[in-house]
């Protein structure tokens, strides 16, 4: 077990070729809210490699700002080019201007952080009035059914695995509503056919929920919750 900073550096190499889009961009393109084209400037929080913010300036938004903590996700982020800037920073203190964003997003990020109430809290700041946040992560039940924390293998070929928590959708919906958001919708998929052609081993979880996806709106006359 391994520090998430330390984790997704050594997971740089191979990270793609193994988290399916499945887990979370598909579970993006299902929701009805976000109306991604007439977005004019995002906020990725976690951008990892990339891979999201490629997603959503394909589906239309103008603008994406990334964050990560660590450095290496963050260079092959930059080679993808979809970002126009991108920072080194804690999610909780992105040190991205104030009330900017019309879209706020989060993807697979929730799950290693102690406390999400910080996380919120920043993409409440950074969201301007109206503007939409949306966090999509592992399911908890997912988590608990396969005790399975974030994990992929080494260069070596030994397992490793990042430092993961569970956060139940309370702990979502407790988070969200006392940073000031307003729930505008939530998705849940589950593992499905698509999935056991990923992963045949998975038949055992079929229709368990394995993502989850949470949009909040920010009222459009509000202030920062004291």
């Known amino acids: 077990m391994v520090d998430v900073r330390t984790g997704y550096g050594q997971w740089v190499d191979s990270y793609e070729r193994t988290v399916e889009d499945a887990m979370d961009l598909a579970v993006l393109a299902r929701l009805r809210v976000p109306d991604w084209g007439s977005a004019a400037r995002a906020a990725d929080l976690g951008c990892g490699t990339g891979r999201t913010g490629v997603w959503l300036r ?21 080679a993808k080019g979809a970002h126009d800037r991108l920072v080194e920073a804690d999610l909780a203190a992105t040190g991205l201007p104030g009330e900017a964003y019309d879209l706020v ?33 592992l399911h908890p039940y ?21 430092t993961t928590h569970l956060h139940l959708v309370s702990d979502h919906l407790t988070a969200g509503l006392a940073a000031g958001w307003q729930l505008a919708e939530m998705h849940e998929a589950v593992v499905d056919d698509h999935w056991i052609e990923l992963k045949p081993k998975w038949e055992r979880y079929r229709h368990h929920p394995v993502s989850a996806a949470y949009v909040w709106r920010k009222p459009a006359q509000s202030a920062q919750p004291a």
């Open 142 to 162: 997912f988590i608990m059914a396969t005790g399975m924390p974030t994990h992929f293998d080494g260069a070596d070929g030994s397992p490793i695995a990042i």
């Open 105 to 137: 997003v989060s993807s697979l990020v929730d799950e290693h952080l102690a406390d999400l109430a910080p996380l919120y809290r920043e993409a409440f700041r950074l969201a301007a009035p109206g503007a939409l946040c949306v966090l999509v992560g």
């Open 58 to 78: 394909g589906r239309g938004v103008g603008a994406v700002d990334g964050v990560d903590l660590t450095p290496e996700m963050l260079d092959l982020a930059r």
